[in-house]
């Protein structure tokens, strides 16, 4: 892909993503119904459960990218996968946030030390070594390699986290949507406005991730043009 | 196969054997095992809290703290002499070398253990129950998937400027398990439960060991090659 062809669906992405965002935030407020016990708090629901979506989709491409980069060495696949961890760490955040506070109305907690809450923060935390590893390694190429094969063992705690709700006998809410035995349980408009945060939320991470893919690919082109002249600071 | 295992036999018998001549990451390593210990007395007050019942926990903590400390060096040491290179270059497979190096720290942290245990029971008296066989076979299953996963990251670290402040936020998240299966299953051990109550927590662990063994040796390779 050429760099305009990058940015030009970034910026695409980015304009219909924060459109949506706007759409859902109107229909979190003035549409959607109220959920019956947990009151008007449950509206947090379509902020963190997007958010969460966008987490795991952003940590399961970067370990896809990374183990891929293992086996293949393209330069490309480390952009992706650097640039997925980044949004899946800022999404991530917004996720450990956003549901401490539901929780803490609902579960009468902000936090308790249940196997899904205690294995995203864990998986939160690898990715945040991830990026200390890429920072800190002594050299470039090492530190790629050594961030994938993180990027591969924080992965190994995704279906982890997803079957952690089946298993164990938790607070955590059972999946709504993703339900195997009933289907969906949600309400028509709850489950619109859910399906809208989706949407929207996976349009401005796809807008983010191309911006930054973008980013290395720039600098890739940079470290070509001044190979063989002293570098830059 | 022989080969393999002659191979792996030698780097684990130079490994101990410079561990033995300098005494280096042992000497560190049991200092802060039984200093660690110390500090714990001072840090809970044992008018509110009765030890006995902190015991696995205390014990756990003290091996993570003081394991990582030496495994923290696995490769710095080579690295310093540039030996690394020789190991590296040599016609011994890197997951042998990653193998070879899980041994020689599995040796040096259960060591560590029967410090601690006896740091701990000098200091607070600690009851270890009785059933000395199945304590033993637990603290060895957590301890080689403790040592697996943590081998594996002080290669990585080795290799960054942040060196060994790097390793437990590497280590720790993916450690938990090790935490709560380990202290859960010493806990009832120390409590003298029946062996019903410790074998679901084993196995557990018995998994996470082969999990992380198994991930371990197959990206070492991608960690060290040069």
Redesign the interface.
């Known amino acids: 892909m050429s760099l305009a062809r990058i940015r030009w669906m970034a910026t695409v992405l980015g304009v219909l993503g924060v459109a949506g965002v706007l759409v859902l935030h109107w229909l979190v407020f003035f549409w959607v119904g109220t959920e019956r016990t947990m009151g008007i708090v449950q509206r947090i629901f379509y902020v963190h459960v997007p958010s969460a979506w966008v987490t795991f989709l952003a940590f399961g491409i970067t370990a896809l990218c990374g183990a891929a980069y ?1 086996w293949l060495r393209d330069e490309r696949l480390d952009w992706a996968a650097q640039s997925a961890a980044e949004g899946g760490l800022i999404f991530g955040a917004i996720m450990l946030t956003s549901g401490p506070l539901w929780a803490a109305y609902a579960w009468g907690t902000p936090w308790t030390w249940e196997p899904r809450l ?1 294995l995203t923060l ?2 939160w ?2 990715f ?2 991830y990026f ?2 890429r920072a ?4 470039r190429q ?2 790629k ?2 961030a ?3 990027g ?2 924080g992965a ?1 705690l995704i279906p982890l986290v997803h079957v952690s709700v089946l298993w164990f006998p938790s607070l955590h809410p059972q999946p709504v949507v993703l339900n195997v035995e009933e289907g969906p349980t949600l309400d028509a408009d709850m489950l619109v406005t859910l399906m809208i945060g989706l949407l929207a939320f996976t349009l401005i991470f796809f807008s983010v991730f191309f911006l930054r893919y973008g980013l290395e690919h720039l600098r890739y082109q940079r470290a070509l043009e001044t190979r063989g002249q002293p570098r830059a600071a | 196969m022989t080969v393999y295992l002659r191979q792996v036999a030698a780097i684990v018998r130079k490994d101990l054997l410079l561990e033995v001549r300098t005494g280096e990451r042992l000497a560190a390593m049991g200092a802060l095992t039984v200093l660690v210990a110390v500090l714990f007395h001072f840090a809970i007050d044992q008018g509110l809290v009765r030890m006995q019942l902190l015991a696995a926990g205390l014990i756990w903590m003290t091996i993570l703290f003081g394991g990582m400390l030496g495994m923290g060096r696995t490769f710095e040491m080579e690295r310093e002499q540039g030996a690394i290179q020789g190991l590296l270059t040599s016609p011994v497979p890197l997951d042998g070398i990653y193998l070879a190096k899980v041994v020689s720290n599995f040796v040096l942290v259960t060591l560590i253990e029967v410090v601690a245990l006896a740091a701990y029971w000098l200091f607070f008296g600690f009851n270890y129950g009785n059933d000395p066989l199945l304590l033993a076979g637990v603290l060895g299953v957590a301890t080689l998937g403790f040592v697996a996963v943590t081998t ?1 990251f002080s290669a ?2 080795a ?4 060196g060994q402040t ?1 390793l437990p ?2 280590i ?3 450690l ?1 398990p090790v935490v709560i299966f380990g202290v859960t299953a010493t806990g009832r051990i120390f409590a003298s439960r029946p062996v019903q109550e410790v074998e679901g927590s084993l196995y557990l662990l018995a998994a996470f060991t082969v ?1 992380a063994l198994t ?1 371990g040796t197959i ?1 070492f390779r ?2 060290v ?1 040069e």
């Open positions: 293992l205690t864990l998986m935390f690898v945040v070594g200390l590893v800190s390694a002594e050299d090492a530190g390699r050594m994938a094969v993180i591969v063992l190994l | 594996l990585i670290s290799q960054t400027n942040m790097l936020i590497l720790f998240p993916l938990v999990v991930a990206l991608y960690v090659e």
